[in-house]
């Protein structure tokens, strides 16, 4: 800390660094980030051009999901309509859900922060660009594998949230179920990856200055978002876990005749679904957070008030999930609670609305068109945000429940709330790509349409549910007074369609026109209008406020004359500064991976294994899944260099060093995220567990001889702990530099790790209990399972460690590498001690054992 | 004062987080009530469910007083010193914030329960 204030101390010191520069400072920072040419483009990794190639994918998803939805409409504008049958209009509305909320509104808010953050924190880049090219590779590509199936009738038709009884094995004997499964699980993974990204690149390299106190409100709301993903996605993956094992292996966890119950599906999907609304939501509210003061040259009303109705909105929306399912018969008694915290959200949310309509008051807003979509935006999200209170209520949900009632209301929250900013955005941050504005003549026609369009094509679908039409039926009858309300929506989801396309003709238009530099448009003051290159800032400003460029008018050119920090590169090789995570105090020069090969390699190699597994190529699928391996492996390697150099000058008298491991270190931050998450996976299973505790007709477990005696799990336990105290043993021969020593308790410990888990599910075994038995069977099992996931991997990350050792590139000094492993590796054994407590203490706390 | 970036997220939530640990409890609470056949049962003419929904919901109101002199100590503090770094003054005003919002989130979830009683 003494360190910390010293640094802060240097850093209100004037010019960090003095005029004029070296000769040939400059050309060294473009060489050491000059991007691929040619075909070689693809193997790019920084945050430019893959965000770039991120918003891309994304949009096309858009465009994708809505020619289904103006499939559908074509199809209901009239009645009695036999233009698409009812197995096709399935698929349709099944796709056109799950793209658009999978596909299409996840991936453009993380891709937009993948563009935009760095920028906006003064970083030259996020700190692991590598795992941004994975994460769009592998979205890519399994993507259009999985838009793909509607071209081969191996579409899902379940509807967007996959409810089983529907979707269990005996209900949808096709593959599109399981296409739905492994597809949008591994998506997860792909967003989980962007958010851990996210999280640590807004922790860990902010400018220096830039404290939490004046780090950027956008910055604030993907540090929330990506928490939201940490313990918001989990419960999903659990479920897609769960129900593909049930189709596949036929553990009864959804079967209510084998103690099962569909409604897990539902609370596990809700618990990620309606978090999900707001990290659609949250990311738009950041940009206009972002966009509303420079628009209205003001800056922004209630900026405290904000950030904790940020953290307002984060929190409360974990727990509403279960208004998704007031008409499933759950106790009255709960549904009180769930009615309460939905209306309690609506508080942060209008806090939020009430600082943008206050800052539009107070500032001179511009017109333009950022301002009408904004304006677009603020008329449909309200009403949206009402009719989401009106659904709060538990009597009046019984009465519209799945009928065009909610469809309305979600297209008016979810395109009130993200379309619209989205579409505000990109006129607002064009001119970073383009260089100059977008046409604001084809924008501000464009939003009218849009905004006509999607008022014609939702407003009048509040009544068409009031008067009874159900969602998903592919027809209806003439006379039940639905037939020109439907039309109406039509007409109006085309004209919708049409201010889209308009926008897209202005994007390839102004793409012939592209400028170099870029200029700040809007007179903004956040950190992204710096002029920057492909290295991102000449020099790494200091941050003083807020605003830095309306609190420094001179930063602009200070920063591009190389005056602020790290005027250059230091090592010769693309770096950015680490900095401190609450007063963004300097603390070691990040070494930023450069382009490469490997993440587009394992991001194909991932899609193939989870792609060609769901059509039971096994061959190609385990291809995909060693290509993915591999790569990943290679990757990694490359990544621990270890001090490759002296500590290096970055200008005011702060000199930092290339390298840091342990709790400072950005890869150890990234590992504690990924931890939290395979906890919160854990807390789902544990969740589901207990669950079949809750709804158990009888005595529970149902079956007490079939959990094995005490001494099995007891021997389990002993292992995991004798693995841990031999991980300590192995730290400490690294210490010690005592290679020899550090492989034997390597190898023994995992040895350790791997008898622990065979011993639990072999007593299991042994006590007789078939998972295709009972659902407390499978629970068990999944519980077990999901602990031989984590041991495998603590299995190869051991091999990787060997590897390392012998290859003489693991030893005292460079040791992130082990130790980001071990924290896993520990976190593992825990795990699996935490698992049979779980299974045995609860069973024997229910007086079963 | 070292400050770990982990005490500073968790002052920051902590508000909610107790709004969270009350929710998590109610739900367990109603879920066990409705599953064993204990929502209406009475211990000294008070029915159980709600005294134990009161009872968390003043140790949560109590939690959230503890959280907002802690916030308001730091604020005075910063103001005290007149740091040029406003971190932990916007870290106390928000978790004050936060902590206003929990209030209204519990008064909210208990009073329904009180109203329109523990049916399952």
């Given at each position: 800390m003494q360190r910390e204030t010293q640094s802060l101390s240097r850093l209100r010191k004037a010019a960090p660094n003095s005029l004029p520069r070296p000769d040939g400072e400059l050309e060294a920072l473009e060489r050491a980030w000059a991007p691929p040419k040619g075909w070689r483009r693809l193997s790019a990794v920084n945050n430019t051009q893959v965000g770039l190639w991120y918003i891309g994918a994304a949009l096309l998803f858009m465009l994708l999901a809505g020619l289904l939805a103006l499939m559908m409409r074509t199809q209901l504008a009239l009645p009695q309509n036999d233009l698409i049958g009812p197995t096709l209009y399935n698929q349709l509305f099944t796709m056109h859900g799950t793209v658009m909320m999978f596909l299409f509104a996840v991936p453009v808010v993380e891709a937009m922060a993948v563009y935009i953050l760095p920028a906006m924190l003064g970083a030259?880049?996020?700190?692991f660009p590598r795992l941004s090219a994975y994460a769009l590779w592998a979205y890519l590509i399994g993507g259009l594998m999985f838009f793909g199936t509607l071209f081969f009738d191996a579409a899902p038709s379940g509807g967007w949230f996959m409810y089983p009884p529907l979707t269990s094995y005996e209900y949808s004997r096709g593959i599109g179920a399981d296409f739905w499964l492994l597809g949008i699980g591994f998506i997860e993974i792909s967003a989980i990856a962007g958010a851990i990204e996210l999280i640590v690149g807004t922790l860990r390299t902010r400018a220096p200055g830039m404290s939490l106190g004046k780090m950027p409100i956008y910055a604030w709301t993907m540090l929330v978002v990506g928490a939201m993903i940490v313990f918001g996605f989990p419960p999903v993956i659990a479920a897609t876990l769960l129900l593909e094992i049930e189709r596949a292996f036929q553990w009864p966890f959804f079967i209510a005749a084998r103690g099962g119950d569909p409604l897990l599906w539902q609370h596990l999907f809700w618990l990620f679904g309606h978090p999900e609304v707001y990290i659609i939501f949250l990311p738009a509210a950041g940009m206009i957070s972002t966009m509303v003061p420079a628009l209205a040259r003001t800056g922004l009303v209630g900026y405290r008030w904000v950030v904790a109705a940020l953290i307002g909105v984060g929190i409360l929306?974990?727990?509403?999930?279960?208004h998704h399912m007031f008409a499933t018969g759950i106790p009255q008694l709960s549904l009180n609670f769930f009615s309460a915290a939905s209306m309690a959200v609506a508080i942060p949310t209008g806090m939020q609305i009430f600082a943008w309509i206050a800052t539009l008051w107070r500032g001179n807003v511009q017109r333009s068109t950022p301002t009408w979509f904004l304006l677009a935006f603020f008329a449909s999200f309200v009403f949206g945000g009402l009719t989401g209170v009106m659904l709060a209520v538990v009597p009046y949900d019984w009465q519209v429940h799945d009928t065009y009632f909610v469809v309305a209301h979600l297209h008016y929250v979810l395109i009130g709330g993200m379309v619209f900013p989205l579409f505000a955005a990109l006129y607002y941050w064009a001119p970073l790509v383009y260089g100059r504005k977008l046409s604001e003549r084809i924008g501000t026609w464009a939003c009218a349409l849009m905004f006509s369009g999607f008022t014609v094509a939702f407003l009048p679908m509040h009544l068409t549910g009031l008067l009874g039409m159900p969602r998903r039926v592919h027809t209806y009858q003439a006379g039940l007074g639905w037939d020109a309300l439907n039309l109406v929506s039509t007409l109006g989801a085309f004209t919708l369609a049409s201010g889209i396309a308009l926008v897209f003709v202005d994007l390839a238009l102004s793409s012939r026109r592209t400028r170099p530099e870029r200029p700040n448009v809007w007179h903004a003051g956040s950190l992204e209008w710096l002029p920057q290159g492909a290295y991102g800032v000449r020099s790494i400003p200091r941050v003083e406020g807020q605003y830095p460029l309306w609190d420094n008018p001179a930063l602009a050119p200070e920063v591009q004359s190389g005056q602020h920090y790290l005027p250059g590169t230091a090592t010769g090789a693309r770096e950015t500064i680490v900095t401190s995570p609450i007063d963004a105090s300097p603390q070691y020069l990040l070494l930023v991976a450069g382009p490469s090969w490997l993440p587009l390699l394992a991001g194909a190699g991932t899609a193939a294994f989870f792609l060609f597994l769901t059509v039971k190529l096994m061959l190609p699928a385990a291809l995909g899944g060693v290509i993915a391996l591999v790569a990943c492996w290679l990757w990694l390697w490359q990544t621990d260099r270890g001090p490759v150099h002296a500590p290096v000058d970055i200008g005011g008298g702060i000199t930092l060093p290339v390298y840091a491991s342990g709790s400072v270190g950005h890869s150890w931050w990234a590992m504690v995220v990924l931890l939290l998450v395979s906890g919160t996976i854990l807390s789902a299973l544990v969740f589901a567990f207990y669950y079949y505790w809750t709804i158990a007709p009888g005595p529970w477990p149902p079956a007490p001889d079939t959990l094995p005696a005490w001494p099995w799990p007891a021997a389990a336990a002993l292992l995991c702990a004798g693995s841990a105290r031999l991980l300590r043993r192995a730290r400490q021969a690294l210490d010690r530099h005592a290679h020899r020593g550090l492989r034997a308790h390597l190898g023994i410990a995992a040895l350790t790790s791997l008898s622990a888990w065979m011993i639990a599910i072999h007593g299991q075994w042994q006590a007789g209990s078939?998972?295709?038995?009972?659902a407390f069977d499978a629970s068990v099992y999944a519980l077990l399972s999901y602990q031989g996931l984590f041991v495998a991997v603590v299995l190869i990350m051991a091999a990787y460690l060997l590897a390392r050792s012998l290859a003489g590139v693991l030893d005292g000094i460079r040791r992130v590498s082990f130790e980001v492993c071990r924290l896993f590796w520990l976190y593992t054994l825990w795990q699996g001690v935490f698992v049979l407590a779980v299974i045995y203490g609860s069973a024997a706390l229910a007086g079963a054992t | 004062m070292s400050v770990s970036i982990g005490s500073r997220l968790l002052l920051l939530t902590g508000g909610l987080l107790i709004w969270a640990g009350l929710f998590l409890f109610s739900y367990i609470l109603a879920a066990l009530a409705c599953a064993r056949g204990f929502a209406d049962s009475a211990w000294l003419g008070v029915g159980v469910v709600p005294l134990g929904l009161v009872l968390a919901a003043v140790a949560a109101m109590a939690g959230l007083l503890r959280l907002i002199r802690h916030a308001r100590r730091l604020g005075a503090r910063v103001q005290h010193a007149r740091r040029l770094d406003d971190t932990a003054g916007v870290s106390a005003d928000v978790a004050r914030m936060v902590c206003l919002l929990a209030a209204i989130a519990i008064a909210w979830h208990v009073l329904p329960v009180l109203i329109s009683g523990t049916h399952c």
């Amino acid at each position: 800390m003494q360190r910390e204030t010293q640094s802060l101390s240097r850093l209100r010191k004037a010019a960090p660094n003095s005029l004029p520069r070296p000769d040939g400072e400059l050309e060294a920072l473009e060489r050491a980030w000059a991007p691929p040419k040619g075909w070689r483009r693809l193997s790019a990794v920084n945050n430019t051009q893959v965000g770039l190639w991120y918003i891309g994918a994304a949009l096309l998803f858009m465009l994708l999901a809505g020619l289904l939805a103006l499939m559908m409409r074509t199809q209901l504008a009239l009645p009695q309509n036999d233009l698409i049958g009812p197995t096709l209009y399935n698929q349709l509305f099944t796709m056109h859900g799950t793209v658009m909320m999978f596909l299409f509104a996840v991936p453009v808010v993380e891709a937009m922060a993948v563009y935009i953050l760095p920028a906006m924190l003064g970083a030259r880049d996020l700190p692991f660009p590598r795992l941004s090219a994975y994460a769009l590779w592998a979205y890519l590509i399994g993507g259009l594998m999985f838009f793909g199936t509607l071209f081969f009738d191996a579409a899902p038709s379940g509807g967007w949230f996959m409810y089983p009884p529907l979707t269990s094995y005996e209900y949808s004997r096709g593959i599109g179920a399981d296409f739905w499964l492994l597809g949008i699980g591994f998506i997860e993974i792909s967003a989980i990856a962007g958010a851990i990204e996210l999280i640590v690149g807004t922790l860990r390299t902010r400018a220096p200055g830039m404290s939490l106190g004046k780090m950027p409100i956008y910055a604030w709301t993907m540090l929330v978002v990506g928490a939201m993903i940490v313990f918001g996605f989990p419960p999903v993956i659990a479920a897609t876990l769960l129900l593909e094992i049930e189709r596949a292996f036929q553990w009864p966890f959804f079967i209510a005749a084998r103690g099962g119950d569909p409604l897990l599906w539902q609370h596990l999907f809700w618990l990620f679904g309606h978090p999900e609304v707001y990290i659609i939501f949250l990311p738009a509210a950041g940009m206009i957070s972002t966009m509303v003061p420079a628009l209205a040259r003001t800056g922004l009303v209630g900026y405290r008030w904000v950030v904790a109705a940020l953290i307002g909105v984060g929190i409360l929306s974990l727990g509403l999930w279960a208004h998704h399912m007031f008409a499933t018969g759950i106790p009255q008694l709960s549904l009180n609670f769930f009615s309460a915290a939905s209306m309690a959200v609506a508080i942060p949310t209008g806090m939020q609305i009430f600082a943008w309509i206050a800052t539009l008051w107070r500032g001179n807003v511009q017109r333009s068109t950022p301002t009408w979509f904004l304006l677009a935006f603020f008329a449909s999200f309200v009403f949206g945000g009402l009719t989401g209170v009106m659904l709060a209520v538990v009597p009046y949900d019984w009465q519209v429940h799945d009928t065009y009632f909610v469809v309305a209301h979600l297209h008016y929250v979810l395109i009130g709330g993200m379309v619209f900013p989205l579409f505000a955005a990109l006129y607002y941050w064009a001119p970073l790509v383009y260089g100059r504005k977008l046409s604001e003549r084809i924008g501000t026609w464009a939003c009218a349409l849009m905004f006509s369009g999607f008022t014609v094509a939702f407003l009048p679908m509040h009544l068409t549910g009031l008067l009874g039409m159900p969602r998903r039926v592919h027809t209806y009858q003439a006379g039940l007074g639905w037939d020109a309300l439907n039309l109406v929506s039509t007409l109006g989801a085309f004209t919708l369609a049409s201010g889209i396309a308009l926008v897209f003709v202005d994007l390839a238009l102004s793409s012939r026109r592209t400028r170099p530099e870029r200029p700040n448009v809007w007179h903004a003051g956040s950190l992204e209008w710096l002029p920057q290159g492909a290295y991102g800032v000449r020099s790494i400003p200091r941050v003083e406020g807020q605003y830095p460029l309306w609190d420094n008018p001179a930063l602009a050119p200070e920063v591009q004359s190389g005056q602020h920090y790290l005027p250059g590169t230091a090592t010769g090789a693309r770096e950015t500064i680490v900095t401190s995570p609450i007063d963004a105090s300097p603390q070691y020069l990040l070494l930023v991976a450069g382009p490469s090969w490997l993440p587009l390699l394992a991001g194909a190699g991932t899609a193939a294994f989870f792609l060609f597994l769901t059509v039971k190529l096994m061959l190609p699928a385990a291809l995909g899944g060693v290509i993915a391996l591999v790569a990943c492996w290679l990757w990694l390697w490359q990544t621990d260099r270890g001090p490759v150099h002296a500590p290096v000058d970055i200008g005011g008298g702060i000199t930092l060093p290339v390298y840091a491991s342990g709790s400072v270190g950005h890869s150890w931050w990234a590992m504690v995220v990924l931890l939290l998450v395979s906890g919160t996976i854990l807390s789902a299973l544990v969740f589901a567990f207990y669950y079949y505790w809750t709804i158990a007709p009888g005595p529970w477990p149902p079956a007490p001889d079939t959990l094995p005696a005490w001494p099995w799990p007891a021997a389990a336990a002993l292992l995991c702990a004798g693995s841990a105290r031999l991980l300590r043993r192995a730290r400490q021969a690294l210490d010690r530099h005592a290679h020899r020593g550090l492989r034997a308790h390597l190898g023994i410990a995992a040895l350790t790790s791997l008898s622990a888990w065979m011993i639990a599910i072999h007593g299991q075994w042994q006590a007789g209990s078939l998972a295709t038995a009972h659902a407390f069977d499978a629970s068990v099992y999944a519980l077990l399972s999901y602990q031989g996931l984590f041991v495998a991997v603590v299995l190869i990350m051991a091999a990787y460690l060997l590897a390392r050792s012998l290859a003489g590139v693991l030893d005292g000094i460079r040791r992130v590498s082990f130790e980001v492993c071990r924290l896993f590796w520990l976190y593992t054994l825990w795990q699996g001690v935490f698992v049979l407590a779980v299974i045995y203490g609860s069973a024997a706390l229910a007086g079963a054992t | 004062m070292s400050v770990s970036i982990g005490s500073r997220l968790l002052l920051l939530t902590g508000g909610l987080l107790i709004w969270a640990g009350l929710f998590l409890f109610s739900y367990i609470l109603a879920a066990l009530a409705c599953a064993r056949g204990f929502a209406d049962s009475a211990w000294l003419g008070v029915g159980v469910v709600p005294l134990g929904l009161v009872l968390a919901a003043v140790a949560a109101m109590a939690g959230l007083l503890r959280l907002i002199r802690h916030a308001r100590r730091l604020g005075a503090r910063v103001q005290h010193a007149r740091r040029l770094d406003d971190t932990a003054g916007v870290s106390a005003d928000v978790a004050r914030m936060v902590c206003l919002l929990a209030a209204i989130a519990i008064a909210w979830h208990v009073l329904p329960v009180l109203i329109s009683g523990t049916h399952c």
